[in-house]
């Protein structure tokens, strides 16, 4: 009996030390498994982060390119054709403008590019009306400078009365020198703002300088076709032409061969 009682003893021994062995294995697995599930949820959650982070770049970088694709660079004065090419330019002009920056040449490239985008404002236009108006009284510009640019102007419907006075000051002792087709751009471009010079400035102006133009009348620039302008070798003017039709020597271009000739 009493062996029985120790081999049932030993037994229940060894199931209790095999059972807590067990206990013990599972309990380590099961640690295992938690290292291992913890390593592999790190491992899910950081694999989604680097496409999220690349992602961020890329749209980054496609952000960078369209600005800097977007942000074109505002051409030069002279190359200026657009609208929205001197929409870009003007606030540097006006801040170049207040500044007394710009040459008189370059105020007539202002207005010239003006006229080509059909751009219109009114504080930029205030600003470059008082640039031009000292340029005209410190006779910065030659005469073909100053009736062009007020001719552009009054293209633009930008008349400004001291301009054009200031304009007529400096052309009035210039007026006897002046080329026809000079002479006749400035009548009409006063007509055309309805500009009423002094007394003196309308005598001079209707004034021929050695009597009537001998030369032949241009062919070309009485149908509106002469590419010369005041550089043409032929004649503008009114008397001209009649005195040619006069005296039986004009020819039509279909005879004169539909050509006008200029200085180079």
Known sequence: SNGRSNNVALAERSKSRSSSAGKKNETKKQNKEKEFAWMDSEEEDAAPKSPKKSSRRRSRSRRRRSKSSSEEKPVRLEEVQSLGQMAKLAPSLQKRLKRGDLRAKELCEVVAALVRSKFFDG??????????????NRRSLSPGEIITSIAQLGDLNAYNQRVFEAACDALERELSRLPEALRQKLESTLRRVKHTPSEDFQKALSQRSGG?????ACPMFWRGQCKWGPKCKLS???N????????????????SGGKSVGFK
Request: no cysteine.
């Open 123 to 136: 504080d930029l236009f205030e600003i470059l009306a008082n640039e031009l108006r000292r340029a005209f």
């Open 240 to 255: 001209s032409f009649e005195s040619t039709i006069d005296s039986g020597t004009w020819k039509p271009p279909s005879m």
């Open 212 to 216: 009537s133009d001998r030369r032949a």
């Open 236 to 238: 503008h003017d009114d």
